[in-house]
């Protein structure tokens, strides 16, 4: 089946610097993507859609300049958190869809100190 | 999409059977019902999906009334690494423009008991 990978898998960082989280469709193109956000003990939460070659698609209330999306190729997404808070720590996780059904990465848990 | 209803928690005894509900009472004739998983710390998992008619895969059984107005996921034999919060999202098919963007309600979340 298809395959998502996201990298890191956890990262712990300082407040104020900046992480990139890698998204990689493994065995197919993908021309669209999407990030996600889960707080403990809650469900997911669409952060933005990325689109290859374009600007990425935010959902109301998600900062873009604080999540900066790029979708350079057809198997590859980054997210980037700027000036990461505390208040940023969060699990992250990407999708990818093959034909449709929606595939999911690992995610990547972040942990600002 | 249409919105879902689904029971917060629910407890299956190990080997037996779960059955997952989910209303979607406000489902439009072009729009899918899929199921997901999401074990502790992972990424969700793709289970079933289908449109009007019952679809059974190697993982589960997807039960779609008549009406469409409500489904059931069916793990036959349910056991401990089934435990999990499943997420039943309703939205159309690739035919119509889906992209692959899921919007994620609350789940119910299914613990599985020795």
């Known amino acids: 089946g298809a395959v998502v990978s996201q990298h890191p898998s956890w990262v712990i960082c300082k407040s104020g610097t900046s992480v990139k989280i890698e998204c990689r469709s493994l065995?197919?193109?993908?021309?669209?993507m999407f990030w996600y956000r889960q707080f403990p003990k809650q469900s997911l939460m669409l952060m933005a859609t990325?689109?290859?070659?374009?600007?990425?698609?935010?959902e109301q209330g998600v900062e873009k300049d604080k999540f900066l999306i790029n979708h350079a190729s057809l198997t590859l997404s980054t997210l980037t958190v700027t000036s990461a808070h505390p208040e940023d720590s969060s699990f992250y996780i990407c999708?990818?869809?093959?034909?449709?059904?929606?595939?999911f990465g690992p995610g990547t848990r972040l942990l600002v100190l | 999409d249409a919105k879902t209803t689904q029971p917060p928690s629910m407890d299956c005894a190990e080997g037996r059977a779960a059955n997952l509900p989910c209303n979607h009472s406000?489902?439009?004739?072009?729009?899918?019902v899929y199921w997901y998983r999401q074990i502790h710390s992972q990424g969700p998992q793709y289970i079933i999906h289908?449109?009007?008619n019952n679809e059974t895969n190697e993982m589960a059984s997807l039960i779609i009334t008549e009406d469409r107005k409500s489904s059931t996921l069916i793990l036959p034999h349910a056991t401990l690494r089934d435990t999990a919060v499943y997420y039943c999202?309703?939205?159309?098919?690739?035919?119509?423009?889906?992209?692959?963007?899921?919007?994620f309600g609350q789940g119910t979340t299914l613990q599985v008991k020795p």
């Open positions: 999202i309703v939205r159309v098919g690739v035919e119509s423009g889906n992209t692959g963007k899921l919007i």
């Open positions: 990325s689109n290859e070659g374009s600007k990425a698609t935010y």
């Open positions: 289908g449109l009007k």
């Open positions: 065995d197919f193109q993908a021309t669209t």
């Open positions: 999708s990818a869809s093959d034909r449709g059904k929606g595939d």
């Open positions: 406000t489902i439009s004739g072009n729009e899918y």
